[in-house]
């Protein structure tokens, strides 16, 4: 089956950092451009970064919002990506969801087409 | 605030068909062929059912198609059953350098 499941949400202190996981199974990781998106309580769903393949040079995007204190990384042996989030904030509190990327056009993803569940992240002291 | 409107919630009965609005600008939703609708079980993952306007992903029911006029995009559910009652997210590329917009979102209730 082809899925991917985000891990490492919690609660965490402003300030603090937390990172991420999204591991990848049934299909070859490596072949696919990866994204991570966010939605916080009442709001719609916000890209945060995305992450080309090795054949893009790995290279990465970013939201503005996060642009900075987040990073977005990947390891194709283990089949996951991961976003490492510092200082955070108390609007960073959200549902964190990675997706795959299925079409790329000029270096841009136009389709996410597997998503995972999500990972709750709660910033407060 | 999101950057695409879509309406807040839609009903129908089962059997009726609805149609689910998605108004951005030139710069997304009226500039380029890469909308995508998203159905979403809370809870569950997100579960893309059109891309690229009017393209459904394999093994999405053909009860699902999409569509757009100018700058709003629209998603047409026929044949509502009771499985349909989910929010349903629309997206678009966008040339600013946000690169995706989504809507806020549309709760979709089989009455």
């Known amino acids: 089956e082809v899925q991917v499941v985000e891990s490492g949400g919690g609660l965490v202190q402003p300030g603090r950092s937390l990172r991420l996981s999204c591991t990848a199974s049934g299909f070859t990781f490596g072949d696919f451009a990866m994204s991570w998106f966010r939605q916080a309580p009442g709001k719609g769903l916000e890209w945060l970064a995305f992450?080309?393949?090795?054949?893009?040079?790995?290279?990465?995007e970013y939201a503005a919002s996060v642009k900075g204190r987040f990073t977005i990384s990947r390891d194709d042996s283990k089949s996951i990506v991961y976003l490492q989030m510092n200082s955070l904030r108390a609007e960073d509190a959200a549902v964190y969801y990675c997706a795959r990327g299925s079409t790329m056009i000029r270096g841009v993803i136009t389709t996410f087409d597997i998503w995972g569940q999500g990972a709750v992240v709660t910033v407060s002291s | 605030q999101s950057a695409l409107t879509q309406p807040a919630s839609v009903s129908g009965s089962p059997g009726q068909s609805i149609t689910i609005s998605c108004t951005g600008t030139s710069s997304d939703v009226g500039g380029y062929n890469f909308v995508s609708w998203y159905q979403h079980h809370p809870g569950k993952a997100p579960k893309l059912i059109i891309f690229d306007v009017n393209n459904r992903p394999s093994g999405v029911s053909d009860r699902f198609s999409g569509s757009r006029s100018g700058d709003t995009a629209s998603l047409t559910i026929s044949g509502l059953q009771a499985e349909d009652e989910a929010d349903y997210y629309c997206?678009?590329?966008?040339?600013?350098?946000?690169?995706?917009?989504f809507g806020i979102g549309t709760k979709v209730t089989v009455l």
């Open positions: 997206s678009s590329y966008t040339s600013t350098s946000t690169y995706y917009v």
């Open positions: 992450i080309r393949t090795e054949v893009y040079g790995e290279t990465t």
